[in-house]
């Protein structure tokens, strides 16, 4: 693939979908956590998912593995993130209770909160469970695959060892960041929270050598994280 497409393609994503989160005071409530009819807001976010994710999946070279081997690497891996998640969702409650939640945080959990309606329930939690599901592919294929393998291809070309692990601490530390960044609308502790799950993922991507497994744990972690924001609430 041409460096000058690549180039084009990297700025015109960085504009306008990496670029705005980060500079969002205050998000909106999504229109899938609205009382009404089922929300097909989910619907552009996954079709920029598909093609990007359709480019890299084209040029990826074939694993080698043989089918059962790969699949228990991708089980393996799967329960680990989430292991992971699980435990960086108990770090940062437990420094929240220590040190107090942040008034971002707190105005975004008392908003979402007052939003909800749970009637019908069914439709509810499904128009709830596919927007978050393709929030979670669009995420994982941005900052996971996209971002960080654009750049890889950007900057190819280095000869020297040392400026190869530049170019590398670069890149992963740059998908970490900006991930990080698109969460302070949420207070400092959401994007302590999302700067740690952003590594884990990103290591699930590098093992697993694909956004699938990232996006199924990315998905159950986002809706084990709304029901204790949801408890109150719910009862």
């Known amino acids: ?6 180039l084009l393609e990297f700025a015109i994503v960085f504009i306008f979908l990496l670029l705005p989160p980060v500079f969002v005071s205050k998000a909106e409530i999504p229109p899938s956590l609205r009382k009404g009819a089922f929300s097909f807001a989910f ?3 996954l079709f920029i998912a598909i093609l990007l994710n359709f480019q890299w999946r084209k040029k990826a070279a074939l694993t080698k593995k043989k089918s059962f081997e790969k699949h228990i690497s991708i089980l393996k891996w799967g329960t680990i993130t989430f292991g992971c998640l699980m435990l960086i969702f108990a770090l940062i409650l437990a420094l929240q209770m220590i040190f107090g939640t942040s008034s971002a945080s707190a105005d975004f959990s008392s908003s979402l909160s007052s939003s909800f309606v749970f009637e019908p329930r069914l439709l509810f939690f499904l128009s709830l ?3 978050f599901l393709a929030g979670a592919f669009f995420e994982e294929v941005l900052y996971r695959e996209f971002f960080p393998k654009t750049l890889y291809a950007l900057l190819d070309g280095v000869s020297s060892d040392k400026m190869k692990l530049a170019v590398r601490i670069f890149v992963e530390a740059s998908a970490v960041l900006i991930f990080a960044a698109a969460h302070r609308y949420m207070g400092i502790f959401a994007v302590a929270n999302a700067a740690l799950c952003a590594i884990a993922l990103r290591n699930c991507y590098v093992k697993t050598g694909g956004v699938y497994t990232g996006t199924v744990v990315h998905f159950f972690y986002n809706m084990i994280s709304l029901f204790f924001v949801l408890r109150p609430v719910i009862g």
Do not use: R
């Open 129 to 131: 469970a596919v927007n």
């Open 1 to 6: 693939m041409k460096k000058k497409y690549l």
């Open 43 to 45: 619907l552009p976010q």
